[in-house]
């Protein structure tokens, strides 16, 4: 296990000189065993031997989401069939999924990776973790599964779902570390309370959340509901899963497995290559891949990268939470809004809860206008019409004072809106609007 401290711990030199070899090393088998990256370098007039250092990283072309979608499904592939011992997927939803295939070099890596994050947040060989993400093509159970066991912790596989047997097993087996999406989190903590049991009493002391964001409320909700330490992860299907990056105890952004995963932060509009420190979209090479290599990867996750030292002693650069998916921006009558816009400022509202939807109407292409729904907390609960209007009018504001929008809110019962087991929706279309 120290080794695994050890890895995110060497210098920065050692790091570079670590990453610069793999660079090289991961470029030149892509060129040579996918036809996607020879054809693109050859578009862009470059060949493995120009990309020399680190620095150079910069004259690779992007890799888009689109590109993984329209090689569909092995087109990215660079090992053979009878290398790749497994494939996952990612959802799906907004058209053909992607598929990933790993080695065994690959599970290997990955597991590896996952022990380190889950060390980094404070997983122990004694825990009792369950892991509420769903097993299957989507890459959170199993990539948790195998790096926790790798960490030595006892895994139970419980998966998605099925809420309320989750809690019987839960206190059965003394659970006290859980592995979810922070909205499952949540909703598992509700369904205890609607059972007539305190989530509290569960005796949870740690949990790894990822997979979606997770404000600030959420965390402190989840962490008040269950009494825990509530951590965050990153990780995507198009590079790896989960395993990309963890929070360490200071929990002030993500160390990112820097010496699998080399980060880059570009402008999304320009691809331009950002400094240390400033916000953009997050762009990944594999450094270690075998199954499919990936150079330059545009996450459209929206984030940057933390130049300063973390007090804990790990040399590998964090990330900061992610403020938004280039594909979740709305423009709404001309204004960019990201949901996690809309969700810090109701997290300074103290009568609302985390469970917020916004709903948008739409005129062909154009979003013509949007509400922001939100529940009350139980205790900020009240049918006193003007105490209503007084909130919904105190959130509209601030609204308007940070976005420069207009928006209709509409306050809900506690309760109301429906929960997720895996991860939030967000935005919803106006049924009308479709209609029409
Ligand atoms: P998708 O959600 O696109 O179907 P994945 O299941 O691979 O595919 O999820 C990866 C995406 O989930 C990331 O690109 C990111 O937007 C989101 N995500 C994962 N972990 C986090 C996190 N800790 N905070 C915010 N977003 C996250
Ligand atoms: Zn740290």
Redesign the pocket.
Known sequence: MGMWKGLDCISRDNLGQIQGIRLRETVKYAYENVPFYRHKMGEAGIVPEDIATLEDIIKLPFTTKEDMRSNYPYGMFAASMEEIIRLHA????TGRPVVMGYTRRDLENWSEQVARICMMAGVKTSDIVQISFGYGL???GFGLHYGLEKLGATVVPFSSGNTERQLTLMRDFQTNVLVSTPSFALYMAEVAETLGLEPAGYGLRLGLF?????SDLMRQEIEKKWGMKAT???????IV?PGVSGECECRSGMHICEDHFFPEIIDPESGQKLPPGEEGEIVFTSLTKEGVPVLRYR???ITALLPEECPCGRTTQRMD??TG?TDDMLIVRGVNVFPSQVEEILGQVKEVSPHYRLVVHREKDYIKDMEVHVELTPEGFTDSFPEIQKIEDKITSRLKTVLSLNLKVRLMEPKSLERSTG?AQRIVENEEAVAE
Do not use: Q, V
Not at 90 to 93: F, K, L, V, Y
């Open positions: 990612s959802t799906g939803t989507f890459t959170g990822g997979g979606e964001p997770c965050l992860n990153y990780g995507l299907t198009e899963g996450t459209r996750d939470y992610i998916r991860k």
